[in-house]
């Protein structure tokens, strides 16, 4: 069995078209969450939120026989769980699942991966739009997706709401197309639950300034439609349910997801730091870059990874919204409302 490894990283091992653009978004996110100053609230009881663990057993998403019959090809050994669809190191914690497709005439077989990633906004703007290519045409005619992409050489790529789905090959006979069926039947098979990382971290006593008080409940169903769970507090910029995280999130049917993230102190170090890396990203990839809209905050921006940014003195707001389906403009509706009560001190609006 070939395996692809290449380096390691303090958040495990980053590899593939993906994970090189994102080394030094994770840096600047992870010391955004250092810095977000906390209230002295005491948050009220909020209804409890079904979950699902991201730890889940990814081999578990395709049975043998569905990527026997989407393929037409025997599998040559059990599944494999792996690191990722990108690193092909077996591991019991990994996030992907290898499949061994037989091969042809006695040659070695070919390799097929797949991964659920939570973050699939993230995935998006690592590959791109240069990346769409040969998927533009199925993006444009298809509904499944919310968005669509690949590499020729051998990856597929997609997302609905904010979960992404990844498959990656090794093969000279299966094209990213092929496996499009088998993303679909993950994709299904994928309850459409909030993930938490750790069974409990939904539970866990909320601290500080509760940033789901920024928006009430309706007024993100006024544009998000209603919503699937309740709002809950999050991991730092990320859907992943966390009862004293730093984040917000309302989840609506359909894997939508619209992560609100706070930062009360030194915003403006932040602000200049994320929107140089989004410009020098989107020269990489070919993305579009945020234009300046007159509103509340002293500046709007795009983080690395999509989301928008609004700067008000030293404070500032995240929104990732390409998990949720809502346009900029509906974003900046949203932003109008919290920005006024960044000075609060966590309690309902």
Request: proline share 8%; net charge negative; charged share 20%.
């Amino acid at each position: 069995m070939r395996q692809q490894t290449n380096g390691n990283s303090r958040f495990g091992q980053v590899t593939g078209p993906v994970g090189r653009v994102f080394v030094l978004a994770v840096l600047v996110a992870c010391g955004k969450a250092e810095v977000a100053e906390t209230g002295e609230a005491t948050p009220a009881a909020k209804p409890a939120v079904r979950t699902q663990l991201v730890s889940a057993d990814p081999c578990a998403w395709l049975e043998p026989a569905a990527v026997e019959s989407t393929l037409g090809r025997p599998l040559g050994s059990v599944p494999v769980r792996v690191s990722s669809a990108e690193t092909l190191t077996p591991s019991s914690s990994g996030a992907g699942c290898l499949y061994q497709v037989k091969g042809e005439g006695g040659r070695d077989g070919d390799l097929v991966a797949v991964e659920v990633k939570t973050d699939g906004a993230e995935m998006q703007a690592g590959l791109g739009a240069a990346s769409l290519g040969e998927f533009a045409s199925a993006r444009e005619s298809k509904q499944e997706w919310d968005w669509v992409g690949g590499l020729p050489a051998g990856l597929f790529a997609a997302r609905r709401g904010h979960l992404g789905i990844m498959v990656s090959i090794q093969s000279l006979t299966i094209s990213p197309r092929d496996v499009e069926p088998l993303a679909l039947r993950i994709v299904a098979a994928v309850p459409d639950l909030p993930f938490e990382r750790t069974p409990g971290d939904a539970a866990v006593t909320p601290t500080g300034f509760d940033p789901c008080t920024l928006l009430t409940r309706a007024e993100v169903e006024e544009v998000l439609g209603p919503l699937a769970q309740p709002p809950y507090r999050s991991q730092d910029s990320n859907p992943l349910a966390r009862g004293d995280g730093p984040s917000c999130t309302w989840f609506a049917p359909g894997h939508r997801a619209l992560v609100l993230t706070p930062t009360r102190s030194e915003g403006r170090m932040i602000f200049n730091m994320t929107n140089g890396i989004a410009g020098l990203t989107a020269q990489v990839t070919g993305a579009a870059t945020t234009t300046s809209v007159a509103g509340p905050w002293d500046a709007r921006g795009t983080s690395p990874v999509g989301a928008l940014t609004y700067l008000k003195g030293d404070q500032l707001l995240a929104f990732q919204h390409r998990g949720s389906g809502l346009t900029d403009q509906q974003v900046n509706t949203l932003a109008r409302l919290a920005i006024p009560r960044l000075d609060g001190e966590g309690g309902q609006p």
